[in-house]
């Protein structure tokens, strides 16, 4: 039984697209799975079926309601900035404590597959002292990078990987994602980072893929 923390190199690249087709991979088998996105920011109740915590409950299979958001995305902020900005404009600061407690409370109790998905890159500051990185390093699970193929992705990707390392963070996959109307080929840009990720497997996702079997079976 795993537990997959989804992050990515930056804000918009793929994180939720991967962690909702994964969630319906899973569902497609039959095999037990749930996700999480326990910090979201942006969050607006009236637009929720849009948010990050409204698409995960879809591919769930939930029902899109409150107890629902509140059971998967329990620190939720109306600003679309980083959770400390974010927070910090409602005088709610992240419990980063009581964040580490939820997640491991989550990995302890499921069943089959959990993912949980970060916000933002690696090091998106969660309050004044603390980075996406020291809640992934607390919780101590692998996890699934989700890069562009943007021009400038490899340098992104390279900075991540390289956080990631310092922290001794296992890194599972990492996913190249397809960016719309990047410059930059994907076989190029694939073979260039299989060069300095060593033995992590890249897999490529096409803009409107379906099938994310290969990333399933890296989990
Ligand atoms: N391979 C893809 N094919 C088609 N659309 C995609 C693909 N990857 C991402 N998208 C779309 O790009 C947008 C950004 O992706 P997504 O929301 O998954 O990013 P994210 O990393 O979760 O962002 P955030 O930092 O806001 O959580 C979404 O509209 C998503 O549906
Ligand atoms: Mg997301």
New binding site residues.
């Given amino acids: 039984m795993s537990a997959i923390f989804i992050t990515?190199t930056g804000?918009?690249?793929?994180?939720?697209?991967?962690a909702t087709g994964l969630v319906r991979h899973w569902r497609g088998k039959d095999q037990p799975v749930d996700a999480l996105k326990p910090v979201a920011t942006g969050f607006d109740a009236v637009t929720s079926a849009a948010s990050?915590p409204g698409l995960i409950l879809a591919a769930l299979g939930h029902p899109i309601s409150l107890d629902g958001i509140d059971r998967i995305s329990p620190w939720r902020y109306a600003a679309p900035l980083s959770p400390d900005m974010a927070s910090w404009k409602e005088g709610k600061a992240v419990d980063f404590d009581a964040l580490v407690e939820f997640c491991r409370r989550a990995i302890a109790n499921h069943q089959g597959t959990l993912l949980i998905?970060g916000?933002?890159g690696v090091m998106v500051p969660l309050d004044d002292r603390r980075t996406v990185l020291d809640w992934m390093a607390a919780l101590g699970i692998p996890v699934l990078l989700?890069a562009g193929s943007y021009l400038g992705s490899l340098s992104h990707t390279l900075t991540a990987l390289d956080a990631l390392r310092r922290r001794a963070i296992a890194v599972s996959a990492i996913v190249l994602?397809?960016t719309p109307g990047s410059t930059a080929s994907m076989a190029d840009t694939r073979a260039t980072l299989q060069r300095f990720a060593g033995p992590i497997p890249i897999v490529t996702?096409?803009?409107?893929?379906t099938d994310l079997s290969e990333i399933a079976a890296l989990l």
């Avoid at 804000?11 to 991967?18: L, N, P």
């Avoid at 996702?205 to 893929?209: C, F, T, V, Y």
Wanted: aromatic share 4%.
């Fill in positions: 990515s804000t918009d690249i793929g994180k939720t697209f991967v990050d998905e916000i933002g989700v994602n397809e996702l096409a803009r409107g893929a």
